[in-house]
C-alpha cells in the first residue's frame, strides 16, 4: 500500500478538501438529530413507549459509540478514505430502511445501523484533518470549523425535520442524509487524498470486539434501568457492559498493538479534555432530546416551530466556533473549556425554570447558551486529543473525539431520557392513586397511561369522558420528567467543570506538557505514561 506524501502545511487544494470532510461529518450529525424532531409522531404510529422511544432517539449516536473506536483503529490501518466512502455509501442505505420501517423494532434496528455507518465515516473526518494539516494555526482553524459544524448540524437536522414533517409522514425525516451523503461521497472521492501517514501495525480484533460490545451493554442499561418494568434487564446489562469493559481495559494493557493505548489515554492532556468534551456534548444532544418532547407535547409547537425554536443553539454554535479557536490561543484549553462550561450550566439553569406557560424567549435563551458553551468547550477538546498523540495513532484520538459527541451524547440522551421516562411514570403513578375512581382504573390502563405521553394520549381517545384529566395527567408528568432530567444535567455539567478546572493545567504547563508528548512519542525519551 503506497503512502501519499505531503510536506505542505496544508493538503493540495485544502479549502475543498475541507469542505468534503465537513460535508462528510454533517452527515452523520444530520442523522443523530433527525429521529427527535420525529419523537412525537413515532410515538403516535407506533403507539411506542417512552423507553423505546428513548432508544429510537439515541439508536444512531448508540451505533456510532460502539463502533467508533474499531472503526478508527481500522481507518488508520487499511484505509482513512476507503472507510469513509464505505459509511458515506451505507448511510445511504440505512436513510431508506429507516424511512420505511415498518415496526418499532424495526425503526430501533435501522437506527443502530444507522449509526454504525456513521461510525466508518465519522471518526475518518477529523484523522484525516489532523494528518493532512500540520500543527499550528492552519490545523486549529480547520479543527474549529468541523466542530462547530459538526455540531451546529444537529441543529440544521431538526430544523429541515420539522420542515418535512408539517408535509410529509414521520419517515421523511430521515431521509435528509440521503442526498448529502450521496453528494458527499462524490466530493470526497475526488477531492480528498488517500493513504496518508497511515499505521502499519496489526488492528486488534479481539479488543474491538470487546470495546463494541461493552459500550453497546453500557448505553442500552442506562437507557433501560430506570423504566418501569425494564430494571432487571437494564441492571444485567450495566453489569455485562462492567465485564466487558474490564476485559478490554486488561486487553489493552496486554497487547502488544492495543487499539487503543491506554499509555496515551493516561496523558492529563488527553483524560481531562475527553471527559469534559464528553460532558459537554453529551449534555448537547440530551438537552435537545427532551426539548423536543416537551416543545410539542407541552407547549404545543408544531414540527417546524420545535425544529426552529433550537435555531439559537445552531447561532451559538455557529459565532462562538471561532471566538473559541481565538481563545483557545491566547489563553489555552483550560480557559476556553471553563468558558463553555459556564454557558452550558447558564443554559440547563433556564430549563429548570420552564412550564407549561414559558414564552419563546426564554426557551431560545436555554439554546444559545447550551450552543455557545458546546462551541467553547468542543473545539480545545478535540485539538487537546489530536496534539496529545502520536500521528500514527492519530485514529484514537479522533475516535476519543468522535466518543465525546457519540458516547456521550448516547449516555446522556439515555440518562436524560431515562430520567423523563421514571420521572413521567412516578408522576402518573402518583395521580392515579389519587384518583377519586382509582379502584376502577386496570392494571393494563395504569400500564399504558405510564408508558409515553403517546401512549396516554392513545387511552384518552380511548376514554373520552375521562380525557381532560388524562391529559391533564400526561402534561403534569411530562413536565415532572423533564425537570428531573434537565437537574440531572445540570449537576453533571456542575461535575465537569470541577474536573476541567481540577486537573487541566494553566497554558504555559500545556504547552510544556505537550511538548515532552512529542519528545516521547519520537523516542528522544522514554514514554511520558505517568499521567502527566
Known amino acids: 500500500m503506497t503512502q501519499t506524501r505531503l510536506d505542505a502545511d ?283 418532547q416537551y416543545l410539542q407535547n407541552i407547549l404545543g409547537y408544531s414540527t417546524l416551530q420545535a425544529g426552529l425554536a433550537v435555531v439559537p443553539a445552531a447561532v451559538g454554535l455557529l459565532i462562538c466556533a471561532p471566538l473559541s479557536a481565538r481563545l483557545l490561543t491566547a489563553r489555552g484549553t483550560r480557559v476556553t473549556m471553563l468558558a463553555g462550561y459556564a454557558f452550558v450550566f447558564i443554559g440547563f439553569l433556564t430549563t429548570l425554570t420552564w412550564n407549561p406557560a414559558t414564552p419563546y424567549v426564554l426557551i431560545g435563551t436555554g439554546f444559545l447558551a447550551i450552543g455557545s458553551g458546546a462551541a467553547f468547550a468542543m473545539t480545545p477538546a478535540s485539538r487537546a486529543l489530536t496534539e496529545s498523540t502520536p500521528v500514527r495513532r492519530v485514529g484514537m484520538a479522533s475516535a476519543t473525539s468522535d466518543l465525546q459527541r457519540d458516547l456521550g451524547g448516547s449516555v446522556m440522551q439515555a440518562l436524560l431520557g431515562a430520567i423523563l421516562a421514571a420521572g413521567f411514570a412516578i408522576s402518573f403513578r402518583r395521580q392515579i392513586a389519587a384518583f377519586p375512581e382509582a379502584s376502577s382504573v386496570t392494571d393494563e390502563i395504569t400500564t399504558a397511561l405510564q408508558a409515553s405521553y403517546a401512549s396516554a394520549l392513545h387511552v384518552a381517545d380511548q376514554y373520552p369522558q375521562y380525557r381532560a384529566e388524562i391529559l391533564a395527567g400526561a402534561t403534569q408528568s411530562l413536565v415532572t420528567g423533564a425537570w428531573a432530567a434537565y437537574l440531572v444535567g445540570a449537576i453533571a455539567i456542575a461535575l465537569g467543570a470541577v474536573v476541567v478546572s481540577v486537573f487541566l493545567p494553566g497554558h504555559t504547563r500545556e504547552k510544556e506538557l505537550v511538548a515532552a508528548y512529542a519528545r516521547a512519542d519520537a523516542g528522544a525519551q522514554p514514554a511520558q505514561s505517568s499521567g502527566l
Request: glycine fraction near 10%; charged fraction near 10%; proline fraction near 4%.
Open 10 to 292: 496544508t493538503p493540495p487544494r485544502a479549502r475543498l478538501v475541507l469542505a468534503a470532510l465537513i460535508l462528510g461529518a454533517l452527515v452523520c450529525n444530520i442523522n443523530l438529530a433527525a429521529a427527535n424532531i420525529a419523537l412525537p409522531e413515532i410515538g403516535d404510529a407506533f403507539g411506542a413507549t417512552q423507553s423505546a422511544l428513548t432508544i429510537v432517539g439515541l439508536g444512531c449516536s448508540l451505533g456510532l459509540a460502539m463502533s467508533v473506536l474499531y472503526f478508527g483503529a481500522l481507518a488508520d490501518r487499511y484505509g482513512r478514505k476507503q472507510l469513509l466512502l464505505l459509511g458515506l455509501a451505507l448511510t445511504v442505505a440505512a436513510s431508506f430502511l429507516s424511512a420505511f420501517s415498518v415496526s418499532i423494532d424495526m425503526l430501533i434496528v435501522s437506527r443502530i445501523f444507522t449509526g454504525i455507518a456513521a461510525g466508518m465515516a465519522f471518526p475518518t473526518t477529523l484523522s484525516l484533518i489532523t494528518a493532512l494539516w500540520a500543527p499550528g494555526a492552519r490545523r486549529t482553524t480547520a479543527i474549529a470549523l468541523w466542530s462547530g459544524v459538526s455540531a451546529m448540524s444537529s441543529v440544521i437536522g431538526s430544523v429541515l425535520a420539522g420542515a418535512l414533517l408539517t408535509v410529509f409522514w414521520w419517515g421523511s425525516a430521515f431521509l435528509i442524509a440521503a442526498p448529502i451523503a450521496a453528494a458527499a461521497f462524490v466530493l470526497v472521492a475526488i477531492a480528498v487524498p488517500a493513504h496518508v501517514k497511515e499505521s502499519a501495525e496489526p488492528v486488534d480484533h479481539v479488543g474491538g470486539v470487546l470495546a463494541t460490545l461493552g459500550v453497546a451493554s453500557l448505553v442500552l442499561g442506562i437507557g433501560t434501568v430506570f423504566a418501569p418494568g425494564e430494571t432487571p434487564f437494564g441492571a444485567t446489562l450495566l453489569g455485562a457492559a462492567a465485564v466487558l469493559l474490564g476485559l478490554f481495559a486488561w486487553r489493552q494493557w496486554r497487547a502488544k498493538h492495543p487499539l487503543y493505548d491506554l499509555r496515551v489515554a493516561r496523558r492529563r492532556m488527553f483524560w481531562v479534555p475527553a471527559t469534559g468534551g464528553t460532558i459537554v456534548f453529551g449534555s448537547l444532544m440530551g438537552s435537545m432530546f427532551v426539548g423536543q
